[in-house]
């Protein structure tokens, strides 16, 4: 079973920030914290990874609590081809995806 | 990124038929693969964890006689669906797993699988 929770889907509009929350409260000491998009028919694309605090890259930032049992992924400015479906991963040994966040951007 | 390679990316076969889908990591190696079924609209399903050089090991409620998987080399990975029938069609992912200051786990493309 995946150790992880997400909002089915939300809705946001071009230019907006977007923040995603995962829920991941028995997260084990060993675990990262890892984000993944996915257009359909396609293989989930690597965003950003963390084990604590704040994690920034050229497409998103990534915030961890100190207490590890959620993380939110922030996208600046999103455009229409941010449409996709993002999941949050919380494994060590395995990948188990969650259901993912089904993002819509709207013009 | 380091790049996975998935092929083919979409076969149609007949029903009873077998149909082999390969993963390769292309730019390292990987001791260490995954293989995963998603239906329209869900997430991605793990089915079985692929080791180099060992039996591959399944999820609950895969079979292992259906979903053949051998991990011959530290690059490549393949899946082989027999006696493929209608409800097998799907859509196929590989992952593969880099290990080194950081692990982290490259996609393929994947591959559409349909069988009339």
């Known amino acids: 079973l995946a150790k992880t929770t997400q909002p089915i889907s939300m809705d946001s509009y071009e230019g907006q920030e977007v923040n995603i929350t995962c829920s991941h409260n028995n997260i084990a000491t060993n675990d990262y914290i890892t984000w993944y998009q996915q257009f359909p028919s396609q293989g989930p694309r690597f965003i950003i990874q963390g084990y604590k605090t704040k994690v920034t890259n050229e497409v998103a930032s990534l915030f961890i609590p100190a207490d590890r049992k959620s993380s939110t992924l922030s996208l600046p400015r999103v455009s229409l081809s941010d449409t996709a479906v993002y999941y949050c991963l919380v494994e060590t040994y395995k990948y188990i995806f969650g259901t993912g966040t089904r993002l819509k951007v709207l013009a | 990124g380091a790049v996975v390679s998935q092929h083919p990316s979409r076969v149609i076969c007949k029903s009873g038929t077998s149909v082999k889908i390969e993963c390769r990591s292309l730019?390292?190696?990987?001791?260490?693969m995954f293989w995963y079924r998603q239906f329209p609209k869900k997430s991605l399903m793990l089915m079985a964890t692929s080791n180099e050089g060992s039996k591959a090991t399944y999820e609950q409620g895969v079979e292992k006689d259906k979903f053949l998987i051998n991990h011959a080399s530290l690059t490549l990975s393949t899946l082989t669906v027999t006696s493929a029938h209608p409800e097998d069609s799907s859509f196929y992912i590989c992952?593969?797993?880099?290990?080194?200051?950081?692990?982290?786990?490259?996609f393929g493309q994947g591959t559409r699988l349909t069988v009339v």
């Open positions: 730019d390292f190696q990987a001791t260490t």
């Open positions: 992952s593969a797993i880099k290990t080194g200051a950081d692990t982290e786990a490259f």
